[in-house]
């Protein structure tokens, strides 16, 4: 079974600059989540989508992230503009269902703002 | 709100030590606890869970009990190998959304 793919790997962007990354959940998994770990903490959840509903974007920097996923499969994550503090490693996760379901971890994404 | 919190890193024993990484939540209502695992160059990885109070999860020769009473969930191995050298994450998930809260982590360093 395919993993929880992720893209790029690694991303260096200017400040002010924008940047999108991708996700591609495991094959049936309604529920997906994007992560920001920021270097020497846990990750912290930014938006949790059910099918191609949100569920919880309390965390999301409305300002200036967004995210979406249609059709209830990939997702984007998108960031304009960049700050220096959005440095990090973004992590997308998939489950089978909301409730007590194994989360599934992508690799993430790592971004570099300079 | 709800948190977790876990012992600094990094730690550093020696194969076949005994391991304790020390994981203490705060929660309203009955979270479930989880330990994830990060090798160096992968994903997060689910170790072991438990749901309910009393309940211990085991995997790959590590366990945890859900300690209600002391709000602790602890990770423990008695006899660690070098390629248990990892960050380690303890996480709750409280209410039926599935949103994990993570710990910081702690940095386990095996060295043969």
């Known amino acids: 079974e395919a993993g929880v793919a992720q893209s790029p790997r690694y991303k260096i962007i200017e400040k002010r600059q924008s940047v999108a990354f991708w996700c591609n959940p495991i094959?049936?998994?309604?529920?997906l989540y994007w992560y920001q770990q920021i270097l020497g903490q846990g990750p912290k959840l930014l938006i949790q989508?059910?099918?191609?509903?949100?569920?919880?974007d309390s965390q999301l920097p409305k300002d200036r992230f967004s995210a979406e996923r249609l059709k209830g499969v990939d997702s984007t994550l998108k960031i304009q503009p960049a700050k220096l503090e959005d440095s990090a490693v973004y992590l997308c996760?998939?489950?089978?269902?909301?409730?007590?379901?194994?989360?599934?971890f992508g690799q993430g994404t790592r971004l570099t703002v300079v | 709100g709800d948190s977790v919190t876990q012992m600094e890193g990094p730690v550093t024993l020696s194969e076949e030590a005994f391991l304790t990484i020390n994981c203490t939540y705060t929660a309203t209502g009955y979270p479930s606890l989880f330990w994830y695992v990060q090798y160096p160059g992968e994903g997060l990885q689910l170790l072991l869970k438990a749901t309910k109070a009393d309940d211990k999860g085991s995997n790959k020769g590590f366990e945890a009990t859900y300690r209600k009473e002391t709000t602790s969930f602890h990770l423990e191995k008695g006899s660690v190998q070098v390629s248990d050298s990892a960050v380690y994450f303890c996480a709750l998930s409280g209410g039926n959304t599935g949103k994990l809260i993570f710990g910081q982590g702690t940095t386990l360093q095996v060295k043969p």
């Open positions: 996760a998939s489950s089978l269902i909301q409730d007590f379901a194994e989360a599934f």
């Open positions: 094959s049936g998994h309604a529920t």
């Open positions: 989508f059910q099918n191609n509903g949100v569920v919880d």
